[in-house]
């Protein structure tokens, strides 16, 4: 099973500063087969970015996914007051999927 | 528009049974694998089942193995999990979601149904 390390567990930053998010792999992550999510109390988990990269539809242009082999990085280019919150990041590429504990965001 | 709406949980002995539902609507059930992922309360997210199109592969966390069983009617498009020999370390929201997009990814998730296990 692959594990999913993420760091930090929690990032106190200001609106409209940058954030970085990692997101460690024990092993490879098969053809970047890696996700991030954002989680807002009481909410379902929504998909951000999925294959490492790739935007989900609605998703706007201030969240960027790079990495790929074990490191991973989810990237807010300028905060805003909605993005406060947990992010997930998890891996589809073998079985079992699993996710990352989370970093929680919070504001400064 | 895509829906996801999951029932039947509530709060049951150590040991008890549940079986949970997941109603899908706004897309072609038949056609796609689904996930049931829990969390418990103040917890990170767990994968717990997923099951293929045509029930043909099933897995299961190691967590739950042998005491949960997840299944699926197309023609009612519904998912299913079936919850036996509870432990309070089952206590979670349960989610069902379904990658559309992108396999392996979820895109669509429900709102949850919450299992409290507990005397």
């Known amino acids: 099973e692959i594990v999913l390390t993420q760091s930090p567990a929690t990032l106190s930053l200001s609106p409209g500063e940058r954030a970085t998010l990692s997101c460690g792999a024990s092993?490879?992550?098969?053809?970047?087969?890696l996700a991030w999510y954002q989680q807002k109390p009481g909410l379902a988990p929504r998909l951000l970015i999925y294959?490492?990269?790739s935007r989900a539809t609605g998703i706007p242009d201030r969240f960027s996914g790079s990495g790929s082999g074990t490191d991973f990085i989810l990237t807010i280019s300028r905060l805003e007051p909605e993005d406060f919150a947990v992010y997930y990041c998890?891996?589809?590429?073998?079985?079992?999927?699993?996710f990352g504990q989370g970093t929680k965001l919070e504001i400064k | 528009e895509v829906q996801l709406v999951e029932s039947g949980g509530g709060l049951v002995q150590p040991g008890g049974s549940l079986r949970l539902s997941c109603a899908a609507s706004?897309?072609?059930?038949?056609?796609?694998?689904m996930n049931w992922v829990r969390q418990a309360p103040g917890k990170g997210l767990e994968w717990v089942s997923y099951?293929?199109?045509?029930?043909?592969?099933?897995y299961y966390a190691d967590s739950v193995k042998g005491r949960f069983t997840i299944s699926r009617d197309n023609a009612k498009n519904s998912l299913y999990l079936q919850m036996n020999s509870l432990r309070a370390e089952d206590t979670a929201v349960y989610y069902c979601?379904?990658?559309?997009?992108?396999?392996?990814?979820?895109?669509?998730w429900g709102q949850g149904t919450l299992v409290t296990v507990s005397s």
């Open positions: 706004g897309f072609t059930f038949s056609t796609y694998s």
């Open positions: 099951i293929s199109s045509s029930s043909s592969t099933i």
């Open positions: 998890q891996q589809y590429g073998s079985s079992p999927q699993t």
């Open positions: 092993q490879s992550v098969s053809a970047s087969y």
């Open positions: 294959d490492a990269a």
């Open positions: 979601a379904v990658a559309l997009m992108v396999p392996g990814a979820n895109d669509y």
